[in-house]
């Protein structure tokens, strides 16, 4: 079945978003489908997840590499392991035309994995948005991705989340503050303390390139925090 889809997204004239949410791949079905992302030529999107193994990752990062068209990966529930995380890492890198990237919902990214991927956002040559909604960011894999966003050329926007502290604020803070084209950025389900408010309040009042803002279900802001982001 996968091999009878696989043939007809590959050579679809006009087809230019596909979407496995949820979907739990097999490594050799996941290998099928990467070959008909690798030719399909005119496809632009693609969604993917969930249980990408790293054996399952090879050939779909050499699909997002290659890929002529591709602009917005989104790879859901996954559970990546450094080798993972390497092999989605040198595809960003080296893609040409990727733009945009969710990892929604991925349940662990170690340290060394979240470097590898840092060091590809801020090389991507055309990325413009990446998602991290609903992941648990610990403070030191969190400074090691503002890293990233503050010296990462195209970056547009950013979405982050959750359980951000007030340490984890401190180096985020600085790359809203000084990224050179960061419009958006939005923060999900964060306890934000009256330190991480002044923090970011703090980084979106002297942003020059900054839009828009999204704090959708903080679960607390204090009458003195709210005083600090609305001055």
Known sequence: ????????????????????????FTDDSLKILSEAIRHAPELQSISIGSNITGNGMKPLSEAIRFAPALQSISLICSDLTDNGMELLSEAIRFSAVLQNISLDF???????????LSEAIQHAP???SISFAYFDFTDDSLKILSEAIRHAPELQSISIGSNIT????????????????????????????????????????????????????????TVDGMKLLSE
């Open 126 to 128: 055309a990325l413009r």
């Open 106 to 116: 991925l349940r662990l990214i170690t340290v060394d994995g979240m470097k590898l």
């Open 166 to 221: 007030g340490n984890g604020m401190k180096p985020l803070s600085e790359a809203i503050r000084f990224a050179p084209a960061l419009q958006s950025i939005s923060l999900i389900c964060s306890d934000l303390t009256d330190n991480g408010m002044e923090l970011l309040s703090e980084a979106i009042r002297f942003s020059a390139v900054l839009q828009n803002i999204s704090l959708d279900f903080l679960r607390l802001i």
């Open 1 to 24: 079945g996968m091999k009878l889809l696989s043939e007809a997204i590959q050579h679809a004239p006009a087809l230019r978003s596909i979407s496995f949410a949820y979907f739990d």
